[in-house]
T-cell receptor
Framework: AQSVTQLGSHVSVSEGALVLLRCNYS??????LFWYVQYPNQGLQLLLK??????LVKGINGFEAEFKKSETSFHLTKPSAHMSDAAEYFC????????????FGKGTKLSVKP | DADVTQTPRNRITKTGKRIMLECSQT?????MYWYRQDPGLGLRLIYY???????NKGEISDGYSVSRQAQAKFSLSLESAIPNQTALYFC?????????????FGDGTRLSIL
């Protein structure tokens, strides 16, 4: 069965600093991986997805993630944090096959200090 | 207008009451999902539907039921609400695919059961 672990339920960075949100997955088959962002009082929005093409995936708002099979990781990064990046971030893995259901991590809340 | 619309956005009710949460979509997607979000637990799948005649239980279906009235409408019912069903509920949609299709979320229904 697939699973996702997000290391750190809360991450705090200063404005302009590097953002690194960690995600490790477990999957017996090549996974499809997703990062979503949730702003207060809103639903989840897709940031980026890995679907077995390029291992470095670029998303919206300057975020990117790198798929590393050897480390079973899909960490999310942004070179320079902005105040508007404060939100909760979820990593998700697809269970593949025709079901295509997503397994979500527990989320990481990102705070950005001025 | 939002592509995935959930009603109501907020609901407070009492233990034992029957509640229906509604979801409609204009994306033309075949697949629809209901999740609940609890702090620190991420999103957990309640039910999913691949088309009008195909309804499936998710990870935490006990105490819930669903109805897929049309391709665009998917409702979630709590037959006899209990306090531990207090949560944020999300509806999502996706295209049919082999796990590589992202899901698109509504803005959620915040449900409080007293």
């Amino acid at each position: 069965a697939q699973s996702v672990t997000q290391l750190g339920s809360h991450v705090s960075v200063s404005e302009g600093a590097l953002v690194l949100l960690r995600c490790n997955y477990s999957s017996s088959v090549p996974p499809y991986l997703f990062w979503y962002v949730q702003y207060p009082n809103q639903g989840l929005q897709l940031l980026l997805k890995y679907t077995s093409a390029a291992t470095l995936v670029k998303g919206i708002n300057g975020f990117e993630a790198e798929f590393k099979k050897s480390e079973t990781s899909f960490h999310l990064t942004k070179p320079s944090a902005h105040m508007s990046d404060a939100a909760e971030y979820f990593c998700a893995v697809s269970d593949g096959g025709s079901q295509g259901n997503l397994i979500f991590g527990k989320g990481t809340k990102l705070s950005v200090k001025p | 207008d939002a592509d995935v619309t959930q009603t109501p956005r907020n609901r407070i009710t009492k233990t034992g009451k029957r509640i229906m949460l509604e979801c409609s979509q204009t994306k033309g997607h075949d697949r629809m999902y209901w999740y609940r979000q609890d702090p620190g637990l991420g999103l957990r799948l309640i039910y999913y539907s691949f088309d009008v005649k195909d309804i499936n239980k998710g990870e935490i279906s006990d105490g819930y039921s669903v109805s897929r009235q049309a391709q665009a409408k998917f409702s979630l019912s709590l037959e006899s609400a209990i306090p531990n069903q207090t949560a944020l509920y999300f509806c999502a949609t996706s295209r049919t695919g082999m796990g590589n299709q992202p899901q698109h979320f509504g803005d959620g229904t915040r449900l409080s059961i007293l």
